[in-house]
């Protein structure tokens, strides 16, 4: 599988993004997403995740009560609903798919290895 990110741009404080992640080549079935950002120096962070099939969601602390994380029902497009957004929300975003891994191991990036190419947020007035 291949996957696509998009939907990231300039957006101020207190503003709203969705950013979507295509899949290509098969769909994200029996497959934990999720959601990683990055700023210049650091490592990937985790943001969000959601499992199959019970579609348990999982939150970064920084993000819960205002992203949400979704799939569609046929499994080729999930969402990363982002609202209030803070200028510390600035980052490239990106979307990861693993075989569910085990949900000690759920926030790290090392679980998942097929990645999207990122999209850039910036939160700014």
């Known amino acids: 599988v291949q996957l696509q990110a998009s939907g990231g741009g300039l957006v101020q404080p207190g503003g709203s993004l969705r950013l979507s992640c295509v899949a290509s080549?098969?769909?994200?079935?029996?497959?934990?997403i999720a959601w990683f950002h990055q700023i210049p120096g650091k490592g990937r962070e985790f943001v969000a995740a959601i499992r199959w099939p019970r579609t348990m969601k999982y939150y970064a602390k920084s993000v819960e009560g205002r992203f949400a994380i979704s799939r569609d029902n046929d499994e080729t497009t999930a969402y990363l609903q982002m609202d209030s957004l803070k200028p510390e929300d600035t980052a490239v975003y990106y979307c990861?798919?693993?075989?569910?891994?085990?949900?000690?191991?759920?926030?790290?990036?090392?679980?998942?290895?097929?990645w999207g190419q990122g999209t850039q947020v910036t939160v700014s007035s």
């Open positions: 990861a798919t693993g075989s569910n891994p085990i949900l000690s191991s759920l926030r790290s990036d090392s679980m998942y290895n097929t």
């Open positions: 080549g098969r769909p994200f079935r029996s497959y934990t």
